[in-house]
C-alpha cells in the first residue's frame, strides 16, 4: 500500500473514532439513538415500605466491618412535606442485630431497596442535601446481591472529613479484605461548595463506561470495574471517628439531616 493511502487510512480511522466519541459525550452520556426509560421512581410524598427497607439487604442495622459508630433505626426514617429526611444523633442504644451487638453512642437512619427493585445498567439519580459536620458520613451506593458485594459503586460519599470535598468511588474484585489482583478501588474527589446545598447526583453506567455526574456535569469516569450485575440502592448516614479526624466527631445535640427529594432510575433504550 503506498505512503499516501496509508496516511488517508489513518486520517479516516481517527475521524471515525473521533465522531463515536463526540457521540458519547452529549449531556445525557448517550449514543445518538437511544433515550433514558424511567424504571424506579419515588418523590417521597409518602413513605413507601413495599420499595424500602430500613436494614441493610442481610438485615444489618450499622456495617461492622467499618466499625462504625452508629446503629440503623426505623424511627430515624420519616418523610415530611415531600422530603425523606434520613436523622443521625446522639443517642445512647445497646443495638443487636444478625452480626453482633455492643453499645452505640448514635442513631441514624438507611434506606435499602433490595428485597423491591434492582438493575444492570442505566441510570441511578438522586436530588438531595446535607450539612457538614465532622464524622458524619452521608452517601448512595449501589451493590448487588451476591455476597461479597462487589463490585460496589459509591456515587458519593461526604465523609465529615472535608467540607469542600466529596468522594466518587468504585469497588471491585473477589473480596474487600484481600489486596491486588484480589480487590481493587478507583476514587475520584470532587471539590465544591456541598454544605447543606440541594444538588443532583447521578450514575450512569454503560457496558464499556461509567460516568458519575453532579448537577449534569461530568465529575468522574471509569472504564474499568464495570459491574455487570444487577445492583440496588443504598442511602444512609454513618457516624465515624476517621484518623483524618484526630478520631474526632461532632457530639452537639442537634440533630443530623439528610433530605432527599427524589430518586430515579433509567434504563438505555433504542428511539425507535
Known sequence: MKKTSLVFLR?????????????F?????????????????????TYDNSKWINTLDNGGRTIWSNQELQFYQ????KVENGILKLTAKKESLYGKD????????????????SRSFSQPYGKWEMRVKFPFRKGFWPAFFLVPKQRPTL???DIFEYFGR??????CTQHWGIDYAQKEPFYYMK??????????????????????KMVWKLNGTTVNESTVGIPTA????????????????????????TPYVMEIDYIRVYKMVPNN
Open 230 to 253: 444487577p445492583m440496588y440502592m443504598i442511602a444512609n448516614v454513618a457516624v465515624k471517628d476517621w484518623e483524618e479526624n484526630n478520631r474526632e466527631v461532632d457530639r452537639s445535640d
Open 187 to 208: 476514587t475520584k474527589q470532587v471539590t465544591g461548595d456541598f454544605d447543606d446545598k440541594w444538588m443532583v447526583w447521578s450514575f450512569e453506567c454503560f457496558p464499556e
Open 162 to 167: 472535608n467540607k469542600n470535598e466529596i468522594s
Open 98 to 113: 444478625v452480626e453482633s451487638e455492643k453499645q452505640f453512642d448514635f442513631t441514624s437512619g438507611l434506606i435499602c431497596n
Open 25 to 45: 459525550e452529549n449531556p445525557e452520556s448517550l449514543p445518538p439513538d437511544y433515550r433514558w426509560e424511567l424504571t424506579f421512581q419515588d418523590n417521597f410524598d
Open 11 to 23: 486520517i479516516a480511522v481517527l475521524f471515525l473514532l473521533g465522531t463515536h466519541f463526540l457521540s
Open 151 to 153: 463490585p460496589e459503586i
Open 74 to 77: 426505623d424511627q430515624n426514617v
